[in-house]
């Protein structure tokens, strides 16, 4: 049984950092990419980034490059985002969901319906 918990998330002032982490259990990671996406309020759910675990291969979006890390935790297969400079606009639910993938192409985040399965979500709320 695939199981997804995000944490991590919290309040923090502008300019400020946290890691998410997404807990992964029940699937193999040879066959997946996780992706994390994140919807504020009033908002369509967006992908942040995603990394494929057979050949750590990542994909980020522009408005978050250089701002954001994937990494993960081949022991347990534990996937963390950095978020760096965090602006306000940042504020949102965000998610890790996993979605079928082999090294056969590039990786892209794609879009919420490519995924199989998703966590529950934790709220980052970047305010002053």
């Known amino acids: 049984q695939v199981q997804l918990v995000e944490s991590g998330g919290g309040l923090v002032q502008p300019g400020g950092s946290l890691r998410l982490s997404c807990a992964a259990t029940?699937?193999?990671?040879?066959?997946?990419?996780l992706g994390w996406f994140r919807q504020a309020p009033g908002k369509e759910r967006e992908g942040v980034s995603a990394?494929?675990?057979?050949?750590?291969?990542?994909d980020y979006v522009d408005s978050v490059s250089g701002r954001v890390a994937i990494s993960r935790d081949k022991a347990d297969n534990t996937v963390y985002l950095q978020i760096n400079n965090l602006r306000p606009e940042d504020t949102a639910v965000y998610y890790c969901?996993?979605?079928?993938?082999?090294?056969?192409?590039?990786?892209?985040?794609?879009?919420?319906?490519?995924?199989?399965?998703w966590g529950q979500g934790t709220q980052v709320t970047v305010s002053s």
């Open positions: 969901a996993l979605k079928w993938s082999l090294p056969v192409d590039q990786l892209r985040i794609g879009i919420p319906d490519e995924y199989s399965y």
């Open positions: 029940g699937f193999t990671p040879d066959y997946y990419a």
């Open positions: 990394l494929r675990y057979s050949d750590g291969s990542s």
